[in-house]
């Protein structure tokens, strides 16, 4: 059963070097506190990227009913007031960085492959629908709570903005509440 | 010397996008890293069988947490001028549950999902992909959660302004309670393993 051993660290196909250990997790850890401290200390922000896919949705959106967009605040806040290009925008450009940066280091640590990450017993058209799914959750409920994992819970949480520890604990019990549900995707 | 540099117009915004672009790198190789592109690793979390997603969060929030704590403390950054985000009770309450719910269908959060998919995961494209329908789906449903969205403001509070108590209070309070975590973590992970779990 070739599915048992999908998903889990194997050699890169044909390069015969067996992919890199990952990086102790508290080390990864300390570096992205670093550069979220970084990003505070030079522009006074911290990181994100939720607000990526808002920017491209809503120029998206603008471009095939520019009324609709342009009356409609949750898109409209993403557009600018045409002064600048929307995607001349700090967390988009921020996400190209992530895109690249990761694919860089997966390329590096021979741990770029073409597959689909789930457990023994999912199979792949289940698991790309509950991925689709889940996605079109976490994209309503980070647009409802203004930001996502980076952009709320690791920034306004350092901020110690009582937001963003809201979000980290009724996040985090929800995923323990509804882990049961989705047990043979993973396990 | 004042920071933020940006804020105090030390230079323009082509180069704070190029910032935004060596921050991303640098953001996305850590993730990468870590493991992070790896739905596996971070559904793990949820079932308590990979403990990679709370090491790396707390430890990131800490460290930036103590890192503005004390370049603050010694005159050297003007927290001032970094505005703290407006909390937003019930919004960051019930998106919390709808995105909780979302990361453990989806195994990835939306950072992490561009890390998969950029790293040749099928489930990673999906996650973006449903990522994209479900910003559109807040914006179509956007006259409708306006008042959910806009309820319960605390303004642009922190938690020790809240509280009433000194910033070094509650900077202590998170880290003691990360330091709990990670050892509460290392015991559950030595447990499950010993268990002839997987590992």
Redesign the interface.
Same mark, same amino acid.
């Given at each position: 059963m070739t599915a048992a051993v999908e998903? %889990?660290s194997r050699p890169a196909a044909g390069s015969g070097r067996p992919a890199a250990p990952?990086?102790n997790?508290?080390l990864?850890?300390?570096?992205?506190?670093?550069?979220?401290?970084?990003?505070?200390?030079?522009?006074?922000?911290?990181?994100g990227?939720?607000g990526?896919? @808002?920017t491209?949705? @809503?120029v998206a959106?603008s471009d095939f009913a520019p009324a609709a967009a342009s009356s409609?605040?949750?898109?409209a806040r993403y557009l600018g007031d045409g002064t600048?290009s929307p995607f001349?925008n700090? %967390?988009l450009?921020? %996400?190209?960085?992530?895109?690249?940066?990761?694919?860089?280091?997966?390329r590096l640590?021979g741990?770029?492959?073409?597959?689909?990450?789930?457990?023994p017993r999912a199979g792949?058209r289940a698991?790309?629908?509950? +991925?689709?799914?889940?996605?079109?959750?976490?994209?309503?409920?980070?647009?409802?709570?203004?930001?996502?994992? @980076?952009g709320?819970?690791?920034t306004?949480?350092?901020?110690?903005?009582?937001?963003?520890? %809201?979000?980290? +604990?009724?996040?985090?019990?929800?995923?323990?509440?509804?882990?049961s549900?989705?047990?043979r995707?993973?396990? | 010397m004042s920071m933020p540099f940006y804020a105090n117009g030390l230079f323009g915004d082509g180069a704070g996008l190029t910032f935004a672009l060596v921050i991303g790198l640098a953001f996305g190789w850590f993730l990468e890293r870590g493991g992070l592109g790896n739905a596996r690793k971070l559904a793990g979390q949820f079932y308590l069988t990979d403990m990679t997603v709370l090491k790396v969060m707390f430890s990131a929030i800490v460290t930036a947490m103590l890192g503005l704590f004390w370049l603050n403390r010694v005159g050297f950054l003007d927290l001032t001028s970094i505005v703290v985000p407006g909390t937003f009770v019930a919004p960051q309450a019930i998106g919390g549950v709808i995105f909780g719910i979302g990361f453990v269908m989806g195994g990835l959060c939306p950072g992490t999902s561009c890390v998969s998919a950029a790293t040749g995961r099928r489930d990673g494209f999906a996650v973006v992909g449903g990522m994209a329908a479900g910003v559109l789906l807040f914006g179509l449903l956007f006259p409708v959660l306006r008042g959910l969205y806009e309820a319960t403001p605390l303004g642009n509070v922190t938690l020790p302004e809240l509280l009433g108590v000194r910033a070094g209070v509650v900077v202590f309070g998170v880290t003691a309670m990360a330091i709990g975590m990670f050892t509460g973590a290392t015991a559950i992970e030595r447990r499950i393993n010993q268990g002839g779990g997987r590992t």
């Open positions: 998903g %889990i990952y990086m997790p508290y990864a850890g300390v570096g992205i506190g670093g550069i979220l401290l970084l990003a505070f200390v030079v522009m006074g922000r911290g990181l990227a939720s990526a896919f @808002s491209v949705v @809503s959106v409609n605040e949750a898109f600048t001349a700090w %967390i450009v921020e %996400i190209v960085g992530v895109i690249l940066g990761a694919l860089t280091s997966a640590a741990r770029f492959h073409l597959t689909t990450e789930r457990g792949v698991r790309l629908a509950f +991925a689709f799914a889940g996605g079109t959750l976490m994209g309503l409920g980070a647009r409802l709570a203004r930001g996502c994992t @980076s709320l819970a690791l306004g949480g350092a901020m110690l903005m009582p937001g963003a520890w %809201i979000f980290i +604990a009724t996040a985090f019990a929800a995923g323990f509440a509804a882990s549900l989705f047990r995707q993973w396990l | -």
